[in-house]
């Protein structure tokens, strides 16, 4: 691919764009990511600032929304770790607290 990268989201944080970036690659679009390394200056920042932008190749732009569209409108019931007991967001197949497999 050649044609010049397009910002198709901006994720809320580095975990959500990294599960954003797995999804789009799995459906063999290229992801670049950028802003990862902001969050280190929390608080000294605009939180607008801080969030992850996703960039893909000009060519794959359509295919990238179709599937950032999806996501947008899955309903995820949010869970409990049967581990930790700490509550996750349903789009998250692992605890983000220690680690442990959603059940």
């Given at each position: 691919m ?6 198709v ?11 954003i ?7 063999r ?14 608080g ?5 600032v801080?969030?992850?932008g996703?960039?893909?190749?000009e060519?794959?732009?359509?295919s990238a929304?179709?599937q ?36």
């Amino acid at each position: 691919m050649s044609g010049p990268w397009i910002k198709v989201y901006d994720a809320a944080n580095n975990l959500e764009a990294h599960s954003i970036k797995g999804m789009l690659e799995s459906e063999r679009i290229e992801v670049q990511l950028s802003g990862e390394n902001l969050s280190a200056a929390t608080g000294e920042l605009p939180t607008d600032v801080l969030q992850v932008g996703l960039w893909v190749q000009e060519e794959q732009v359509s295919s990238a929304r179709q599937q950032l569209e999806r996501y947008e409108n899955t309903t995820y019931n949010g869970w409990k770790c049967h581990h930790c007991a700490e509550y996750n967001e349903g789009q998250f197949e692992i605890c983000w607290q220690c680690g442990h497999d959603k059940p």
